[in-house]
């Protein structure tokens, strides 16, 4: 017969014993333990950081320019010697250019996607307001100095004013200005939506959603003006200073480029106007925009009118919007992206 006193202690330091006989793991898995915990590894730390920077969307659209610029690269110097008879010829084989095309597609695919990345980065931490008033000084210089050119231009071709001497400086000078009015187009957009009346109740102000769609616009057109207006002071340098354009292609560049900058001008402008209290500057950039725009399609048969319409008034028009942003940069979010 079994002690009493025994089996007393022998269920005393069997725990489990003395709770009928319930396994310890089983009641570790009840509890959350490691048996019901989720055996899948977790994702590795690079591409958690992948997926958060938006990296493989930041590459397809990458791909998407890097083609475009390719097949713009390769028309224009293969396709249109051979549709435009006043376009030279290439020497070169045209297998060249389809490898200088497969470069500048590798390298646009590259650095757009590195920008967007870096800008993705940048949003999180970057102080918007700071960084708008720059762009907007820049964009502010850039159209000085456009105007500034274009009155140089102006006099060279009329004889008046400006010595022949000049002209090496109006020359190197004439397509510089046009690339720092980029960042401006940048500038005016970020500072078009920067009004938190714009958010909706219990909804954190997003600047980007609360830009009018005018505003889009004018920021896409502005961008392609600039870069077909940048093309023609390449192809048609001579018709800045006062000489009718030699071809078809150039003028086609001229003409549409300063129309496109013009309405893209004028749209921002009035998107700018309409979140900031500086409301002089911002009607007088429009008057301008929307004087060279009257005056864009002229341009190819009256070439007096080319400094006028492409340089100085648009050039007057983004110094006017840029001391207008400068001033009142807008109101953003800490973390606006």
């Known amino acids: 017969m079994p002690d009493a006193s025994s089996t007393s202690s022998s269920d005393a330091e069997d725990p489990a014993a003395s709770d009928g ?25 690079s591409a958690r950081l992948i997926d958060a920077l938006g990296v493989v969307d930041h590459a397809k659209r990458g791909l998407v320019v890097g083609l475009a610029l390719a097949a713009v690269v390769f028309g224009f110097f293969v396709v249109l010697p051979l549709v435009d008879p006043g376009t030279p010829a290439r020497a070169e084989s045209p297998l060249l250019y389809l490898a200088l095309a497969f470069v500048a597609a590798t390298a646009a695919t590259l650095l757009v996607a590195s920008a967007l990345a870096v ?24 159209g000085a100095w456009w105007a500034v050119t274009g009155v140089l231009a102006l006099g060279i071709a009329t004889e008046t004013g400006v010595p022949a001497s000049a002209e090496p400086l109006v020359l190197v000078t004439l397509p510089l200005p046009v690339l720092v009015l980029a960042v401006g187009a940048w500038s005016a957009l970020a500072r078009s939506g920067a009004t938190e009346a714009d958010a909706t109740d219990g909804d954190a102000f997003d600047h980007v959603h609360a ?37 078809v292609t150039g003028s086609g560049f001229l003409v549409g ?64 919007l840029g001391v207008t942003i400068a001033r009142d940069p807008g109101t953003y979010p800490e973390r606006p992206v």
Not at 21 to 45: K, L, M, N, Q
Not at 228 to 245: E, I, K, M, S, Y
């Open 21 to 45: 006989g319930t396994d310890v793991g089983e009641t570790a898995a009840s509890d959350g333990g490691t048996d019901s915990v989720d055996d899948r590894p977790e994702r590795p730390p």
């Open 119 to 142: 800008r993705a980065v940048a949003g999180r931490v970057m102080a918007y307001a700071k960084w708008v008033r720059r762009g907007a000084v820049a964009s502010a210089v850039g």
């Open 211 to 247: 830009r009018p769609r005018v505003a889009n616009v004018g920021a896409a057109l502005a961008l392609a003006g600039i870069a077909a207006v940048h093309t023609a002071t390449f192809l048609q340098t001579d018709a800045f200073l006062g000489t009718v354009p030699g071809n």
């Open 257 to 320: 480029g300063a129309l496109a900058l013009a309405a893209g001008t004028a749209a921002l402008a009035l998107a700018v106007h309409r979140t900031t209290d500086a409301r002089a500057l911002t009607t007088g950039a429009s008057a301008l925009a929307g004087a060279s725009v009257g005056l864009a399609g002229l341009v190819a048969t009256e070439p007096l009118l080319t400094a006028i319409a492409v340089l100085v008034l648009p050039g007057l028009a983004w110094l006017a």
